[in-house]
């Protein structure tokens, strides 16, 4: 079936010598995977390998099976093209960990319009903003809310937050939890949009670990889940 989408690129990955292996979250279809035959080869096709750098948001006609195969891609065109996230050194960061994340985290190959919606919003917001430091930190909490996750809110003063339950109690469990002043800042994060960020001051010695227990929250609730191998690389770039 021949399918039109918009689509958010999460990985690229090289085949061979000439080809790509791209996945996609797609408006229409959930997470799709294509291989592109050729296109590190061809310089006059109508697919390039630039088209799908990390979080690159495109159109594309595609042919969709729906077997779970790689499909292929017919026609494809970048839709709100990125002023500053490929090439602000911070933002490109960002970028490069969050679709490491995103690709670790969506497994549904279904239509999620919602969820396309969010990451759309939010990629754009990133592009056009500047005060982006706590900027991951609330993507990924609002994140779980689509995935089925988000922290039940806390009615009162709990002191812990318990990451394996997904809730805040009033008394340490064996379960990993988020505690102190990391607390404080988590529950900052919840209920809040993008806007709200000006107003968030969260210090490199708190954010760190606060981002830390953030994939951990991911890791035991999502199955199969895998840390990302670009943390360290987005810690040493707001060292």
């Given at each position: ?96 960990f969050l679709a490491e994340m ?10 999620d319009e919602s969820l396309y ?123």
């Open positions: 079936m021949q399918v039109t989408t918009k689509a958010i690129v999460l990985t690229s990955l090289k085949y061979g010598d000439t080809s790509l292996i791209v996945k996609v979250f797609t408006q229409a279809d959930g997470l799709k995977s294509y291989l592109l035959k050729g296109v590190l080869a061809s310089k006059k096709g109508k697919l390039k390998a630039a088209y799908f750098q990390p979080l690159t948001q495109l159109e594309l006609t595609a042919n969709h099976k729906n077997k779970g195969t790689l499909e292929t891609i017919r026609e494809v065109k970048i839709i709100n093209p990125y002023k500053t996230l490929h090439t602000n050194i911070v933002k490109n960061s960002l970028v490069l995103l690709s670790n985290s969506i497994q549904e190959e279904q239509q919606n969010y990451l759309e919003y939010g990629l754009n917001w990133l592009d056009f903003n500047e005060k982006i430091a706590n900027f991951h930190l609330l993507f990924l909490m609002n994140l779980t809310k689509f995935l089925g996750f988000y922290p039940e809110e806390s009615e009162g003063v709990n002191a812990y937050f318990d990451l394996q339950e997904g809730q805040f109690v009033s008394s340490p469990t064996l379960n990993p939890l988020i505690e102190n002043e990391n607390v404080t800042h988590f529950k900052k994060l919840l209920g809040i949009n993008f806007d709200a960020l000006k107003g968030i001051k969260i210090a490199k010695g708190n954010r760190e670990p606060l981002l830390k227990s953030v994939i951990l929250y991911f890791e035991l609730h999502l199955h199969g889940f895998r840390k990302p191998k670009s943390l360290a690389v987005l810690n040493a770039v707001f060292d």
